[in-house]
């Protein structure tokens, strides 16, 4: 926990002093303040110091102090934790998977050293709202260095037997900002045409209903003989219909209104084994590692940007969705 305080203290430009093997004075900054309803937070893990003084604020696992910390730091984005992953793959065994796949089919493929990059592994909470609501879990990595997006696992409990402690990576805030600003870019595109998809759906609906109330109260006006125009008696019977159906085309319109909603859940720095493939002219064509989801990662297009299986055509690799030729 003193690991954790340090280290989210770090992130939160929050002064921390120890006082005690087991109590810290934390000094909040102004942006902070309001937050933690001071400027001053004195700190102890001990369970039993903290029941005896109550200005001491117990630091565990599930109290209330590391539950803010840990909001704060997803509200801003910045990495809670860091970890080396341990992983020493089969190269031979993966090359014949990604043969029998014919991920990239024509010319003869090769395996480029393992290498290990550094990346920020992002878990996002997405959801949809309309008649009903609809939630789920995405993340990504983002390579520190070349910007390159991967989808990984949601859950990685499979994985955590392989996870060891990761050593400060003199990482600077820009370096997580630029990192932060990709992966939002993937998630947009990854939303786009989930939320084109529902709204289009719910377009659809909102036309249905629209034309029920509206062919409604058109018959209702021609059955009453408002719609050869309102007697002098009968114009605020007009008017009541045409408020009437006015608020109900609202009232559909507020239904089929499609929110969304995406918020961080997790952010952490992973120093990650990544194993590539590819032909002589491009090394790094299909990148594994089993942190991604799928751990086999298809090419992705320079063209068109989706991710694609590879055709040679007279000793050039053509995107089999776009059609393309991909750049030597």
Not at 123 to 132: A, G, K, L, P, S
Not at 247 to 256: A, G, K, M, V
Request: aromatic residues 6%.
């Amino acid at each position: 926990m003193e690991d954790f305080l340090r280290r989210a203290a770090a992130d939160l430009h929050i002064g921390v002093e120890q006082t005690s093997p087991t109590t810290w004075t934390l000094t909040i900054p102004g942006s902070l303040a309001r937050v933690f309803g001071k400027e001053t937070v004195l700190v102890t893990t001990d369970k039993q110091v903290a029941a005896l003084d109550p200005d001491l604020q117990l630091l565990s696992p599930n109290s209330s102090l590391t539950l803010r910390l840990a909001e704060q730091l997803r509200s801003r984005g910045r990495p809670t934790h860091r970890a080396r992953l341990e992983w020493y793959p089969d190269q031979a065994s993966l090359l014949a998977d990604v043969q029998q796949a014919q991920l990239i089919q024509g010319p003869a493929l090769q395996i480029s050293a393992l290498q290990q990059h550094i990346v920020l592994r992002i878990t996002f909470r997405i959801r949809f709202e309309r008649e009903v609501i609809e939630e789920k879990m995405v993340a990504c990595c983002v390579d520190y260095e070349t910007g390159q997006v991967w989808p990984t696992i949601t859950d990685i409990t499979n994985l955590r037997e392989q996870l060891t402690p990761l050593p400060t990576t003199g990482l600077t805030e820009e370096h997580v900002n630029v990192a932060l600003h990709h992966a939002r870019r993937w998630l947009e595109r990854l939303l786009y045409p989930q939320k084109a998809l529902h709204e289009a759906q719910l377009a659809q609906l909102l036309a249905v209903e629209k034309a029920r109330i509206n062919a409604f109260y058109d018959a209702l006006e021609e059955d009453s003989g408002l719609a050869l125009g309102a007697k002098e008696g009968e114009s605020n019977k007009q008017y009541a219909l045409e408020e009437e159906r006015k608020r109900l085309l609202d009232e559909q319109e507020y239904r089929y209104a499609l929110s969304l909603a995406a918020e961080t859940v997790s952010v952490a720095t992973l120093h990650v084994p990544v194993l590539h493939i590819g032909s002589k002219q491009q090394a790094q064509l299909i990148a594994i590692s089993p942190l991604f989801e799928p751990m086999i990662q298809l090419p992705h297009c320079q063209a068109c940007g989706r991710q694609a299986s590879l055709v040679q055509h007279k000793n050039q690799l053509v995107c089999n969705v776009c059609h393309q030729v991909l750049a030597q």
